[in-house]
């Protein structure tokens, strides 16, 4: 039997919900044996037909559904850009932490005083060496409750290596005001190194440090050396 396809593709939705009748059911099916044009249609219709077809609320629910996942999608991005950020941020200020504001007493037993005298106007000058030949960044004076005078050499936790055109903090001649102190030390509280105490009685400055501490100065500062 020779249906043309075009008949049979008409009938193939009815044959697939199997409600044609008998005889158009059997020219269908002898039609199918021979032609795989119309074998493939009948594949898409049921393909199709198994799909699963949703109601007009159930697609407004998977709408608002793939909205959601958007936007908690959105949302996921966000938190990891800031939370980057705020880990860069700890990250840098650890940094800066590390570089600019930590610093530590130089160890009392790489401290060297020597040459220590007094000048005409009552400053104590001494000189100060750090046996590691590692910077100092600065200072710190304290007078503790018995009235003893400290002055503490501060270097950072990551110490920079002395550089060679700078002035040399780390080999030079200081000052130290006694003012109303009985004792004066270099090096941390408790723990430095005795310069001067009351009754005790120092060499005058020679000329040279005289004069190189002859400018008018506020307080303790650094002569070069
Ligand atoms: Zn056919």
Redesign the pocket.
């Known amino acids: 039997m020779n249906t043309p396809?075009g008949i049979?593709q008409d009938l193939l939705p009815l044959y697939h919900d199997n409600v044609c009748g008998a005889e158009s059911r059997v020219l269908v099916e002898e039609?199918l044996k021979a032609?795989l044009?119309?074998k493939a249609t009948l594949d898409t219709i049921s393909e199709e037909l198994a799909r699963p077809v949703y109601t007009a609320d159930e697609t407004k629910l998977i709408k608002s559904m793939r909205v959601i996942a958007r936007r908690v999608r959105t949302k996921s991005f966000l938190i990891g850009v800031i939370l980057t950020c705020l880990l860069c941020s700890v990250l840098y200020i650890g940094y800066l932490g590390l570089i600019r504001w930590n610093f530590n007493p130089v160890p009392v037993s790489l401290l060297q005083v020597s040459d220590v005298s007094q000048l005409a106007d009552g400053r104590i000058v001494y000189h100060l060496s750090v046996n590691d030949n590692k910077d100092i960044s600065f200072f710190r004076f304290t007078t503790d409750w018995s009235g003893s005078r400290y002055a503490t050499p501060f270097r950072n936790v990551i110490e920079e290596k002395q550089q060679p055109d700078a002035v040399s903090l780390f080999n030079n001649y200081y000052l130290m005001d006694i003012g109303d102190a009985n004792a004066c030390y270099v090096g941390p509280e408790g723990n430095g190194i005795l310069i001067w105490k009351s009754g005790m009685k120092l060499p005058a400055a020679s000329t040279e440090l005289e004069k190189l501490f002859s400018t008018p100065q506020n307080g303790e500062s650094i002569g070069k050396g």
């Open positions: 396809c049979i039609h032609c044009s119309c």
